[in-house]
């Protein structure tokens, strides 16, 4: 098979790379290999108020708008309280998101190959591995939206992702209250090493879980997520579902280096969690892929068009990382709080109006994911 573009992976990044890509004209076939996009998710999905006032999301696949944040020490005592004026977040049903998001890729032209395999780069095409056996992919440039262990990102000898944090939750309906939709979070290195517990209830479905560094788990991640599953705050009192068939869970790495400095060569680029795309500090993921896919697919075309396969080296990650440096100095901050008596400390700040302020900034603020170059800022 010929084609313009390969994309590799199917998650919103490559989704959307694929399609804008479709729209332009050009050739795009996307492997992905689940046989359903709505098995093996491993985002929670929650969605940052600038993505969604700048991307047309399908309004019936998010929960209630949530504005109240919780954070909480390790003793779960005094926790600050942070209620912004505004919609800031909505968990998405990442299911009929991505559902939604083939369809209008099919209809845009692309074709997507489901339950099929990237098994790597030869000579002079790709090796696809499907239901109806390999297939030999020839292909002008090849797009690794393939996670945060990307194998394109190999292939092309690309920058690979090495400071990893591995999450796991628990998703299940709860039962309509008079609670309002908040996001809860605990810092407490015994618990989260590294990062934080977390429970998002919007009042349709509660979303409890855990992300750390995997090798400073004092008993293993699973375990971590059972002890605060059963007693996470936010939840007293609702009825948990009965049986394990109710309840989704979920799991996976989560990339948290920041942009990788070369995401892309004469024969292809990253996008998503393969570049790197995700917030050092917040972990959030789902409105930096959305916005570096734009960036990828109109660095694409405009190498297409040219016949230049050099016009890629304006999609640059070096570039893109220096507006995280803040956020990177946060993570190696975070990083080091290794004990409940260091994360209390941190709490005492907190509590101060300039500490306050501070997180209001990270939680609410209108920072995002830098534009290309030429576009309206949005940082």
Do not use: K
Not at 296 to 321: E, F, I, M, N
Request: include cysteine; charged fraction near 25%; proline fraction near 7%.
């Amino acid at each position: 098979m010929n084609v313009d573009v390969l994309v590799v992976g199917a998650g919103l990044a490559g989704l959307r790379t694929a399609t804008l890509l479709a729209r332009h004209g050009h050739d795009v076939l996307l492997a992905e290999r689940r046989p359903r996009l709505d098995g093996a998710i491993r985002t929670t999905g929650i969605f940052v108020r600038r993505t969604l006032d700048d991307f047309d999301l399908p309004p019936q696949c998010l929960g209630p708008p949530i504005r109240r944040v919780v954070l909480y020490p390790p003793s779960r005592r005094r926790p600050v309280t942070l209620v912004s004026e505004r919609d800031e977040y909505r968990v998405g049903d990442m299911a009929a998101l991505y559902a939604d998001a083939a369809r209008t890729a099919a209809a845009a032209g692309v074709r997507v190959l489901l339950g099929t395999r990237y098994e790597g780069r030869g000579r002079s095409s790709y090796l696809l591995v499907g239901p109806d056996g390999p297939l030999r992919v020839r292909a002008r440039f090849v797009v690794g939206a393939d996670g945060a262990r990307s194998r394109v990102a190999r292939d092309l000898a690309l920058d690979r992702n090495e400071h990893l944090l591995t999450g796991a939750e628990e998703v299940f309906p709860v039962s309509a209250s008079d609670r309002p939709p908040t996001f809860h979070c605990v810092v407490d290195p015994a618990l989260a090493p590294g990062y934080l517990a977390w429970v998002v209830d919007d009042g349709r479905h509660a979303h409890v879980g855990v992300a750390g560094y995997v090798d400073r788990f004092p008993h293993g991640m699973r375990q971590a997520l059972s002890r605060f599953s059963a007693a996470a705050p936010g939840l007293e009192g609702v009825e948990r579902p009965g049986g394990d068939g109710e309840v989704e869970r979920r799991g996976g790495p989560i990339p948290v280096g920041g942009v990788l400095r070369r995401i892309s060569c004469v024969d292809g680029l990253l996008v998503g969690d393969a570049a790197g795309a995700v917030s050092p500090l917040t972990a959030g993921g789902l409105d930096p892929c959305l916005r570096l896919s734009e960036q990828a697919a109109a660095v694409l075309d405009d190498a297409l068009r040219a016949g230049r396969p050099d016009a890629l080296a304006h999609y640059d990650g070096a570039s893109l990382r220096a507006h995280f440096r803040g956020r990177l100095a946060l993570r190696h901050g975070l990083a080091r709080v290794r004990t409940p008596v260091a994360a209390a400390a941190a709490f005492a700040v907190l509590r101060t109006r300039p500490g306050r302020a501070a997180a209001r900034r990270i939680l609410f603020g209108d920072g995002s994911f830098p534009n290309r170059p030429g576009q309206p800022s949005t940082t």
